[in-house]
């Protein structure tokens, strides 16, 4: 059992501006997790751990030197040639230059990093800047400059882990988790996201080599998520016997997100969450996607207060309210605004069917549907 207490992992790096304008993560993410979660009380200063950058050598552990040292300089130069934009992917529409990326992107991993240690220990961590699961040794991707879920899973196998399972909740498959562990048999990864949407792979799972994927209908709700909670990814802990998790807790699954079309609630997820915590592993629990910043600010504070557990007030103090209503975001017309953002901090459930579409996911993974 777990005698020691969490510990939320941050830096004011993530206050910076980053990304640019007509960006989809230039808005508020990190910081207004922080904020909301001192509004609400939940976040003591003996629980929060601020978190240093990798240093390079650590950084040449996963990513290549030469795609390490072009992020280097083009931080340090503010500008990026041609030849280096085409390698490595840096100073694209997606993965923009801008002021301190190598900093924060090293801090990122610094985190996971951290993390692992602290886990390791028998604390959960909560890293919600971490969840950079598109980056790769050579290149920038889907706005990951690094991958710093790599390195929390090298971290904990470093420590002596010897099965460690990486669950990915985002929207978007973890091509870059999956692509650097396959060949790892002491690694297992599992991701649930969306069928047909960037970056298009995950769509079949490789079992020999220990790597699950769930590729979902747009609309997944909170019954189908149960569903393959309780016949995929727990019957696949109790296979593997992991001794080690690490979980990627992307927002974009959650409705009303603008870059995808699942609709699963906060509550849902939390119980989710929840549900991996209470089998009493070291446990590093990592941010990722999430492209509306109401839904991605309540559903990572929500999961600080559960890690740590607290009660989800019914509504929210006035202050919590105005502070959510002067967010903004472009890719959200302010219509589409739904009551619940500003006023409370769970979602309404989202139950519904359970499609055929989900139960073929779990029998073609050879699970057994009663």
């Known amino acids: 059992m777990r005698s020691l207490d969490p510990i939320y992992i ?126 790769r040794p050579d290149r920038a991707s889907g706005f990951c400059y690094f991958n710093d879920p790599v390195f929390a899973i090298l971290t904990l196998l470093d420590l002596g882990r010897e099965r460690v399972l990486y669950i990915d909740l985002d929207a978007h498959h973890g091509d870059g988790v999956e692509e650097a562990f396959y060949l790892y048999q002491r690694v297992t990864t599992l991701s649930v996201h969306e069928a047909q949407r960037w970056p298009f792979s995950g769509t079949r799972s490789r079992p020999s080599q220990n790597v ?35 979980l990627c ?24 969450v929840a549900r991996l915590l209470a089998i009493d592993l070291p446990t590093v629990v990592l941010g990722g996607g999430g492209y509306n910043p109401w839904t991605v600010t309540r559903y990572w504070a929500g999961i600080w207060g559960m890690i740590k557990g607290e009660t989800v007030p019914e509504r929210l103090s006035a202050e919590a309210t105005s502070f959510l209503g002067e967010m903004e975001c472009d890719l959200i017309d302010e219509d589409e605004i739904e009551p619940e953002w500003l006023t409370s901090l769970a979602d309404t459930p989202y139950p519904g069917p359970v499609r055929d579409t989900i139960k073929s996911l779990v029998t073609d993974a050879g699970r057994h549907v009663a």
């Not at 609400?40 to 929060?48: H, I, Q, R, V």
């Not at 927002?251 to 995808?260: E, F, H, R, T």
């Open 10 to 135: 941050g830096s004011e790096i993530f206050r910076r501006p980053a990304f640019g304008a007509n960006h989809p993560l230039s808005i508020m993410r990190h910081a207004a997790v922080m904020d909301l979660l001192n509004m609400l009380g939940w976040l003591d200063d003996d629980e929060f751990m601020k978190c240093k950058p990798a240093s390079v050598e650590q950084l040449q552990r996963f990513h290549d030197r030469s795609y390490v040292r072009a992020l280097q300089h083009a931080n340090a130069t503010g500008k990026v040639d041609p030849e280096v934009r085409d390698r490595y992917q840096i100073g694209t529409m997606e993965n923009p230059l801008f002021a301190g990326v190598f900093d924060r992107a090293a801090t990122t991993v610094g985190g996971s990093i951290l993390a692992a240690n602290l886990a390791n220990e028998g604390r959960v961590v909560f890293h919600p800047s971490g969840g950079t699961h598109h980056g």
């Open 212 to 246: 699950h994927n769930f590729s979902v209908a747009p609309g997944l709700n909170d019954t189908e998520l149960e569903f393959l909670v309780d016949h995929a990814i727990m019957p696949l802990i109790a296979e593997r016997e992991p001794d080690a998790l690490v």
């Open 249 to 272: 807790c992307g927002a974009d699954c959650l409705a009303g997100d603008p870059l995808s079309k699942m609709a699963l609630s906060n509550v849902a997820l939390w119980d989710t």
